[in-house]
Each structure stands twice: as structure tokens, then as C-alpha cells.
């Protein structure tokens, strides 16, 4: 594939986060993507880190924002894709740490009807805040480098391997289960087939799972990105979780119908609210 590549990258209020991700975007290898933060609300701070990674990123960088009303990560998403011009997204979130390759094996992963579900290495509390305060850099580790931190909190290896999987990749093309937004690509027309995430999942939660499964019902099929695509992923708190009930029986509705499309979709934006004076 060598079309553009849209990386959506779903943020709310972690600047310096935001900014570990975004210098680790600038050091790609394959520069043939652009990037859309996707932003639930954030404050000043992080459309200053925006602004100043515009013109530092090396690619486009575009800044999709509304105004915080709880966690509506699917709806900002949206609002990303919407204003994307690549024909294949991959979708990461603003804690997570690509290697300099990440980009590059997205795109020989990449294949029509597939959607690409990659893995992470989580980090622990006092490790992230030794990468955000002094300046670790996780995406210049080697293996030997991630290695000698696992003791410093870091849970497992695998992710930093790289291992041609070949058929192996596509052993298990219905599973939606582990497919994750903070690691995930799929063609922009498989979104457009499924109209994006559905933004009636209000809260944190499984969003991600019923957009897999959507696509699945569609007739897009999962292929493994684990041992290639890989990210570290930053430590944070645990998000408030009153919504998730409400999600489960959304999500459980989704698994015993047929649908496709999103109940409040990419065609059912509607404009942003100005920002409050």
C-alpha cells in the first residue's frame, strides 16, 4: 500500500503524554502518513503542544477538537476521521509510544478487508513518570533496552519482538475480542461501510469492541499486528467506569444482531459547538 496513512491520535488532557507520542510520530521512518489528534476537551495546554509539534512533526498535523462533555472518545474519533484525508487510519491513543517502524509495518500489514488489531507493553506508574519527566525516549529502546528496564516495570516482552507470523497473522479472523483503539488500523472505507465508531457508547468503554465486531458483520476480517506493531503504553489512572453497564448491554446488542452501521455514526456529526468564551 502506498496511499496515505491517517494517524488518529485520541487524547484528553495528558500534554506531556501527547508530546512523548507526538516526538516519537516525528522520528518515523516512513513518512508517508499524516496526523489528527483527536481531542475530547482538552484545555490550552494541550492545543499548545499541538501547536508546537506543527511545525516540528516533519507531516501534517491537524488538531480535532470539542468541548468535554464526559468521555466521548468515539464521537472525537469521528471527528477525526472526518477531517483525514488517508486512505487507511490507524488509531492510537495519546499515551502510547511508537517505535521508529511502527508506520512502516502498519503499512506492510495493511491489506484490503483486513483490519489490523496491534498489542502493547505497559508501563508502570513510576517508570511513566521517569519517561515523561526525564525524557526516556521508549521508541529509541532496543530489545536489549526494554530487557534491562523489565525489572524498572515494564509487564511483558513479546510486544517489542518482531516475528514474521505469515499465515499465522489471519488465524483467528473473526475474533474481536483484544481489539483495541490504542493500537488499530482499518481502511478508511471499511469505516466509511460501517460509519465509524458509534457515538452512542457514552462513557468509558468498549467502543473499540463494537466497532470491531461491526466490521466483522460487514465482512472485514481481523489480522494479528502483534510481534510488528508493538507500542508502549504510559501508565495512567483508571477512568471512571459508571458508564460501562450501559455499554455491556450496547455491546451485547451488537453481538446478537447483524447490524453494520453505527447507531450515531460519521454521518451523523453534527457541527462543533464554539468553545466557551
Given amino acids: 500500500m502506498s496511499e496515505l496513512i491517517s494517524i488518529v491520535v485520541s487524547t484528553y488532557e495528558r500534554p506531556d503524554a501527547l508530546g512523548a507520542v507526538l516526538r516519537a510520530l516525528s522520528r518515523q521512518s516512513d513518512r508517508g502518513f499524516e496526523v489528527i489528534v483527536a481531542d ?43 477531517v483525514s484525508k488517508g486512505a ?46 526525564d525524557n526516556l525516549e521508549p521508541e529509541t529502546w532496543t530489545l536489549a533496552g526494554v530487557l534491562r528496564r523489565r525489572h524498572e516495570g515494564i509487564n511483558r516482552i513479546a510486544p517489542a519482538l518482531h516475528l514474521p507470523l505469515g499465515p499465522l497473522r489471519k488465524a483467528a479472523p473473526l475474533r474481536w475480542e483484544g481489539a483495541r483503539t490504542c493500537n488499530l488500523a482499518v481502511a478508511r472505507r471499511d469505516l466509511d461501510r460501517v460509519d465509524g465508531f458509534d457515538a452512542s457508547f457514552n462513557g468509558w468503554g468498549l467502543e473499540d469492541s ?32 459508571a458508564g460501562f453497564a450501559h455499554n455491556q448491554m450496547r455491546l451485547n446488542d451488537v453481538i446478537r444482531s447483524d447490524r453494520v452501521r453505527a447507531l450515531r455514526g460519521l454521518s451523523t456529526l453534527s457541527p462543533v459547538a464554539p468553545a466557551h468564551a
Fill in 210 to 241: 463494537d466497532l470491531a465486531i461491526r466490521l466483522i458483520h460487514a465482512g472485514v476480517r481481523r489480522k494479528d499486528g502483534r510481534f510488528a506493531t508493538g507500542v508502549f503504553h504510559l501508565w495512567h489512572r483508571e477512568n471512571d467506569r
Fill in 88 to 133: 487507511y487510519c490507524v488509531f492510537l491513543d495519546g499515551d502510547c509510544i511508537a517505535r521508529a517502524d511502527f508506520v512502516a509495518r502498519h503499512r506492510a500489514l495493511a491489506e484490503p478487508g483486513w483490519f489490523v488489531a496491534g498489542n502493547r507493553i505497559l508501563l508502570s506508574e513510576p517508570l511513566t513518570r521517569s519517561v515523561l519527566a
Fill in 40 to 82: 475530547d476537551g482538552s484545555g490550552p495546554a494541550t492545543t499548545g503542544v499541538v501547536a508546537q509539534w506543527q511545525g516540528r512533526l516533519g507531516v501534517p498535523l491537524a488538531h480535532a477538537r470539542h468541548e468535554h462533555s464526559g468521555f466521548r472518545a468515539a464521537e472525537i474519533r469521528n471527528r477525526a476521521i472526518a
